[in-house]
Nanobody, 114 residues
Framework: QVQLVESGGGLVQPGGSLRLSCAVS????????MGWYRQAPGKQRELVAVITSGGSTNYADSVKGRFTISRDNAKNTVYLQMNSLKPEDTAVYYC????????WGQGTQVTVSP
């Protein structure tokens, strides 16, 4: 069974940084496309960033230039480095693993507030 466990969320002031991690177990991590999604209160879940098994990345326009997704296949972990955070980045952030079947983590709260 594939399990995804996120960590690294928290409260940060505008302009600050956070690094989210997602550890994957139960399958061959390197073959999955990994993504970070977020869901703010009253809004639909949206894609933040994705990285393929080959290392290609794609970002939502709202985070381009501020967020960086990366993966360490040796550690079965995907990261999301978030810089220059804004209050509108406040949301629950979810890790996603996708290869025919999708798997989700439980989510980690990110709150950007003075």
């Amino acid at each position: 069974q594939v399990q995804l466990v996120e960590s690294g969320g928290g409260l940060v002031q505008p302009g600050g940084s956070l690094r989210l991690s997602c550890a994957v177990s139960g399958s061959i991590f390197s073959i999955y496309t990994m993504g970070w999604y977020r869901q703010a209160p009253g809004k639909q879940r949206e894609l933040v960033a994705v990285i393929t098994s080959g290392g290609s990345t794609n970002y939502a326009d709202s985070v381009k230039g501020r967020f960086t997704i990366s993966r360490d296949n040796a550690k079965n972990t995907v990261y999301l480095q978030m810089n220059s955070l804004k209050p509108e980045d406040t949301a629950v952030y979810y890790c996603n693993a996708n290869r025919i079947i999708e798997y989700w983590g439980q989510g980690t709260q990110v709150t950007v507030s003075p």
